[in-house]
């Protein structure tokens, strides 16, 4: 079709043709993407929006007369207050502990799913059904499990006393919500993986063995190079998801010893305590670090996603 | 050896996957009383058997049947207007040059990983100013536009694969842009549309954070959010049987959807999310 | 049924390059005319703008006496097979033939017989009910026609359609499209690269060259007499042979020596100092095998092959030579345009099957030098054409695109 190559123009040359046929194609493409825009900013773009203009006041929904303009003191408060660095720590951990573990179970079960001959529907249907319960039924699941008085694990992990109470402490506690995280959202790391490792010629993987490469060996220096891609947009997407981590922690431990998470103490400010000001502060401040993660981790890695998902 | 390794694999992946799943199911059948005293053990000691007791207590609560209903009609709403939308606005992606196009796409992709939490305390604002907190609409909106890019996404790719001649063909033959689009891109679409309606079903019915913040009663509270708020503040002493019969319950729909429609769903996550 | 006239039709693209550059072309009703060319050359364009499925930046088209410019493909009432041939993979072979119908809201009876008629024709009969992915390549190309033959099309278009078919089939679909539209008397624009197709199915044929109409000719005009060192190359496989050459009188000094040309092709040669000179392959022969006392004008000369490839009926030998910069430049220029990538500085010849050179071989080769065409190596025109016997060679076909 019309490939318009717009040539930069400069004064003297004449505008590049645009065809009636170009323009109704635009027209088209306009109004058939406007309903999706308006959707999606609908609901982000105006919300942040006053959500930004809300974080200048000190604005409380059961006092909302007394609501008074304060400037970035919301942000000051937040910023310098050591609970919100310690969510912080906490969430960046549990983002870089779930997404690593992810990445190597998910790529055992992405190669074990390539292989695979025989009984690929089992095997597919039950790597899904982790992917589309919900959240809180797994957090439930894994809450009961590691629950001293009803659950099974510390029966059959033979170090620990029967009645180890997992969530008295902060690292046992991060532990199981960490658990329950991966459970539920390793089978979309190893759908994501499985797609890339289809990628992978087998003919390049044969050439390799006949030049002599170990498994090992082909491993890292054929099949990963060639993956890159989709373990790149992998990663991006389960970190920015691992980030905003929150229905496991609401249902395990409400928070409870030290497990809050960013997106958590938001949901707290705003919602369980109608702290408005502070927690759009706050709300500005999470949709801030989740630029930064992206910006690093494309950055980083130099994940290309335009040409990850792009036409030519 | 490697067949060994393959087995081995598969045998990991299975329990894996299902043994959360066993687990809940048999801790369903647990009686209350042997939760209230203490059962650790995977499944139900003798004599500690409820039988059906859990499910039919799960199912005879109003609220919880409520809780179903809301989730049913709220997801399968919000997951036909989004394929509808996202499939306009894909094909818009896919097929024509305009400009905003690039726009689109940024915008996709930054609310794909927007951090939902920032937005509910603005929202809860927003939804009790218009009337819409606590109403069924006050969730479809926004799951709707969380799963737009998700689907744009998978249905673009779709799009992206059917030959362009195929509709010029068409074109040719008689047909008017909107024939063209409905005789043969539609249908020749039909699988990616469904993958992406299937994905945000997921989405819908999985949703959490939207459904505590936005609803306040049963009038439009989903399943997540009803289960969480079973059994009142204290998370360490919660009635668990009963739980995880509404668990096993709120699960089954999507065990469902799993089981006629795996390979779809798989081939949709791939190609959606790694070449499109 | 309609006549063709494309005047002086011009695609710009964004960039401003044209790649469709003032083309005129008259087909006249029921003509099959091929258009011809190395990719890039617009012949694919020029089709998709008679179909309309491509805007015309300038000029006009007229089908059947109607200026179509502004119409959309559907309201042209042409008939398009495509290079994958754009089946729809979710209706059934009957399906696919009948959809033009169905989309005019044809009556079932009527479309029946159409369907039938045609699947007869094409003999799809046993396949009706398959689904396009089922059938072989040929099947599908036949499913296509059938398409485009449902319609009573003002036109049968058809864009690269047997590219994607093995050699034997290809050549087993060329005689079945040749004889179906001999049989319909439809008017046909036919795009291809391949010569082959060109020169056996068409009554004219249209070389194009980077947008540029190079000649509009019949098959045996176009063999015959090139306009240009272009059409010359393009047409006849093994390619025409390129020499540099000097003419003083009738005697022309090849690489290999001196031979005679008429007096007539001299005449117009002369005073052009160092030319190209193009001789196909066959008009060569191995001396000793040739008839000398043949009325037909001619030389011999003498020369080393390096290797012969023997085919049984015929054999080529190949000798190579050195050509001045001049020349090398304006052949490398020409291979580039052919999109080949061997430079032709040696010399095919054809000869008898009988021949009993072999390589190594100092031979005695005749030239039948009435054949050889002689070419201004500036601007690749054929200095010695035959213009009555040459078809349409348009003024601007040298003409090179300014931002090329």
Known sequence: MTTTVVAPRTERQQKPEVSDRAKAETRLGQKLVAPAIVLMLVVTAFPMLRALYLSLFNYSLTAPEDREFVGLSNYATALTDPLFWKTTGVTVLYMLVTVGVELVIGFVFAMVMHRVIFARGVIRTSILIPYGIITVVSGFAWQFAFSFQNGFVNGWLPFLDTDFNW??????????????????????????????????????????????????????????????????????????????????????????????????????????????????????????????????????????????RQEG | ???????????????????????????????????????????????????WQNYQDVLDNEQFRRAIFNSIGISLIAT???????????????????????????????????????????????????????????????????????????????????????????????ATSWQAFRKVIVPLAAPGVFTAAILTFFFAWNDFVFGISLTSTERARPIPAALSFFVGSDPFNRPASLLAAGAVVSTIPIIIIVLIFQRKIVAGLTSGAVKG | MAAIEMKNIVKKYGDGFPAVNDVSIHVADGEFVILVGPSGCGKSTLLRMIVGLEDITEGEMIIGGKVVNDLAPRDRNLAMVFQNYALYPHLSVYENIAFPLRLAKVDDKTVD???????????????????????????????????????????????????????????????????????????????????????????????????????????????????????????????????????????????????????????????????????????????????TSSSRTGSTFTATVDVVEWLGNEAYAYIPFEAPPEVREQLEQLERDLDGETLRTQLVIGLSGTTKIAEGDEAEIWVDTSKMHLFDPSTGENLTVDLDDAGEIPANAAKQPATA
């Open chain 1, 167 to 308: 969530f008295g402490d902060t690292t046992p506690a991060v532990i199981a919500i960490m658990v329950s995280e991966i459970w539920k959202t390793t089978p979309f790391m190893s759908l994501l993986l499985l797609a890339g490792l289809a990628q992978v010629s087998e003919d390049m993987i044969e050439a390799a063995k006949v030049d002599g490469a170990t498994w090992w060996q082909r491993l890292w220096k054929v099949v990963l190079p060639n993956m890159r891609a989709a373990i790149m947009v992998a990663v991006l997407f389960r970190a920015l998801d691992a980030y905003r981590i929150f229905d496991n922690i609401f249902v395990m431990t409400a928070g409870a010893v030290n497990t809050e998470s960013i997106s958590f103490l938001t949901y707290r400010q705003t919602i369980e305590q109608f702290q408005l000001g502070i927690g759009s502060a706050l709300s500005v401040l999470l949709f801030l670090s989740v630029l930064v993660i992206a910006w690093l981790i494309v950055k980083l890695f130099k994940v290309d996603l335009a040409s990850a």
């Open chain 2, 1 to 51: 050896m490697r067949k060994v390794g393959t087995l081995i694999g598969c045998a990991l992946i299975l329990v894996w996957c299902l043994l959360p799943v066993v687990w809940i199911i048999s801790l369903s059948f647990k009686s209350q009383t042997a939760i209230t005293n203490g059962s650790p053990g995977f499944f139900p000691a003798s004599g500690d058997s409820a039988g």
């Open chain 2, 80 to 174: 036909l207007l989004s394929v509808v939308i996202a499939t306009l606005a894909a094909y818009a992606i896919a097929r024509l040059e305009f400009q905003g196009k690039r726009f689109v796409l940024t915008t996709a992709l930054a609310i794909a990983m927007f951090p939902v939490v920032s937005l509910v305390g603005p929202l809860f604002d927003m939804w009790r100013a218009f009337g819409l907190y606590d109403t069924w609409p006050g969730l479809i909106i926004p799951y709707m536009s969380f799963t737009l890019p998700l689907a744009i996404w998978t249905l673009s790719a779709f799009f992206r694969e059917i030959p362009w001649e195929m509709e010029q063909a068409a074109q040719v033959d008689g």
């Open chain 3, 113 to 291: 017989e159409k369907v039938r008629e045609a699947s007869k024709t094409l003999e799809l009969d046993e396949h009706l009910e398959r689904k396009p992915g089922n059938l072989s390549g040929g099947q599908r190309q036949r499913v296509a026609m059938g398409r485009a033959i449902v319609r009573d099309a003002d036109a049968f278009l058809f864009d690269e359609p047997l590219s994607n078919l093995d050699a034997k089939l290809r050549g087993q679909m060329r005689s079945e499209i040749a004889r179906l539209q001999k049989k319909l008397g439809i008017t046909t624009v036919y795009v291809t690269h391949d010569q082959t197709e060109a020169m056996t199915l068409g009554d004219r044929v249209a070389v194009l060259k980077r947008g540029l109409l190079q000649q509009l000719a019949t098959p045996r005009e176009l063999y015959n007499n090139p306009g240009n060192l272009f059409v010359a190359g393009f047409i006849g496989s093994p390619p025409m042979n390129f020499l540099p050459a000097t003419v003083e009188g009738t005697t022309v000094e090849l690489p290999f020596g001196k031979v005679e040309i008429p007096a007539d092709k001299a005449e117009k040669a002369a005073g052009k100092g160092l030319l190209i000179a193009g001789i196909r392959p066959e008009a060569f022969e191995d001396a000793s095998v040739v008839d």
